[in-house]
């Protein structure tokens, strides 16, 4: 399986505050993984980074085998291949099918096809018949769909999740767990934050754990080498 | 009293008539404030929006003389616009002292700090997650900032009218640039101070009347875009 990213000595600081320190981490393309651990352990800080959309203080990240330059314009080139799915997602004014088809418009998809995706999206989370509806006047767990369709229409090479599952109900919970473990057979490569333990079993995924920015738990059959501190702790 | 109510009958009856003067004065008011504002909207929303989405060396003290901007006293800028418009200026040549134009020059400049001004304080405003939502769909830059604005088109729909606001209602810039040439660059704010100076206050209050409708109208039309 080839590799997805390959982060090398990734350091990201606030002022004094190491946010995350990764001596090595590879994430295989196609595969599943969970990224768990106590609140400020760095887990939204790593998948901004995979998103591209903050770099990293030092450190070197390479995508599909290609370094990735931050400061370059083919940033959006690596940006187009991956998409995030905020913990609470923000929907833009509109309608549902705006919203979905946002990143359809950007990509040059128009008319019947861009419809036929965004309906067929719509339809794989379970809100059939939402094309027309005002985004802002959805609850919490069909906003949250609404997100996830968003993110699938592109059919991104990595789809990164930060807490899809928390404050939804457990029909919609359940209804995105199944979304969500079907990606990997798609060659979707998912990168999904989470506090439930059971996760990774449920969703047959393998298991990053970080603790205070480092990495105490590597993805069994990926390079994944723990920092001395981590590996004591 | 009895004079109050009696000029305020005289004003309703003088708008009823809609005489020329009254005709020309609000034509005058609302072509200018007109063009001032959209003048004002082109140059102070990129600088609003450039301002918020960009971290440059000396940001708090450009943004320090932008709110100083805000409170320009209006003669000032006629003075110097005066002094660049006038026959010995620089842009003399053109021969646009009172004119409406020289008004819109003037009115441009004090209302384009306002528009950048609440530009940039929606920009502020707007909520955190629209930039990285907006990037990780894979929006280029001026996408992002297309979304940007989409969100907080009534903070700069609102930005807009203020500077309409200001434009319409002040009166330095219409007398020192314009000259208050009746039936050309004679605005209502301009004819107010006239009449009601040469005692015609029922001609001045019917103009005072007809600027409050318009200032009305303004933000009825800007409420009924945020319901829609």
């Known amino acids: 399986m080839k590799a997805m990213y390959r982060l090398e000595s990734i350091r990201k600081t606030y002022g004094s505050i190491i946010a995350l320190d990764l001596e090595e981490l590879t994430i295989a393309g196609g595969r599943l993984y969970t990224l768990t651990g106590s609140n400020g352990a760095g887990k939204s800080t790593l998948l901004n980074i995979l998103a591209f959309l903050s770099p990293p203080t030092s450190g070197e990240i390479l995508y599909a085998g290609k370094r990735v330059d931050w400061n370059s314009e083919s940033l959006e080139a690596f940006r187009r291949k991956v998409t995030l799915l905020h913990q609470s997602p923000y929907l833009f004014a509109g309608s549902v099918y705006d919203n979905v088809a946002f990143g359809l418009k950007i990509r040059g998809i128009r008319g019947k096809e861009q419809l036929r995706i965004v309906d067929r999206v719509l339809d794989g989370v379970g809100l059939r018949g939402f094309l027309r509806r005002k985004a802002r006047e959805l609850s919490g767990g069909e906003a949250q769909r609404v997100a996830m369709a968003r993110a699938l229409a592109l059919e991104p090479e990595v789809l990164l999740l930060d807490e899809p599952l928390a404050n939804i109900d457990r029909e919609t919970s359940g209804l995105l767990e199944t979304v969500i473990a079907s990606l990997p057979l798609q060659g979707t490569t998912v990168v999904m934050t989470t506090h439930d333990p059971h996760h990774p079993d449920r969703l047959r995924g393998e298991s990053i754990v970080l603790e205070r920015g480092r990495l105490v738990s590597p993805p069994p059959g990926s390079v994944g080498s723990l920092t001395r501190e981590g590996a004591a702790g | ?228």
Do not use: C
């Open chain 2, 1 to 228: 009293m009895d004079f109050l109510v009696s000029s305020f009958v005289a004003a309703l009856r003088l708008i009823g008539s809609f005489p020329p003067d009254v005709r020309d004065a609000v034509r005058t008011s609302l072509s200018v404030s007109t063009g001032a504002t959209v003048f004002a909207a082109v140059f102070g929303i990129p600088l609003g929006l450039l301002i918020g989405l960009t971290e440059f060396p000396l940001k708090r003290i450009v943004v320090t003389i932008l709110n100083t901007m805000m409170a320009l006293p209006t003669v000032v800028v006629g003075l110097v616009v005066y002094g660049f418009l006038s026959r010995q200026g620089p842009l003399g040549i053109l021969g646009l002292l009172f004119t409406p134009t020289a008004i819109v020059i003037g009115g441009t400049l004090l209302a384009t700090p306002i528009v950048a001004n609440y530009s940039l304080a929606s920009v502020r405003g707007a909520d955190p997650r629209i930039v990285p939502t907006a990037l990780t769909l894979g929006a280029g830059y001026l996408r992002v900032v297309g979304a940007l604005i989409g969100e907080v088109r009534f903070g700069i729909l609102a930005a807009v009218i203020a500077g309409f606001g200001r434009v319409v209602s002040e009166v330095g810039v219409a007398m020192m640039l314009g000259g208050n040439i009746r039936g050309y660059s004679r605005t209502m704010t301009t004819a107010i101070a006239l009449e009601t100076s040469k005692g015609e206050f029922a001609f001045g209050m019917a103009l005072g009347i007809v600027l409050m409708v318009v200032a009305l109208i303004a933000n009825l039309f800007l409420n009924f875009l945020q319901q829609r």
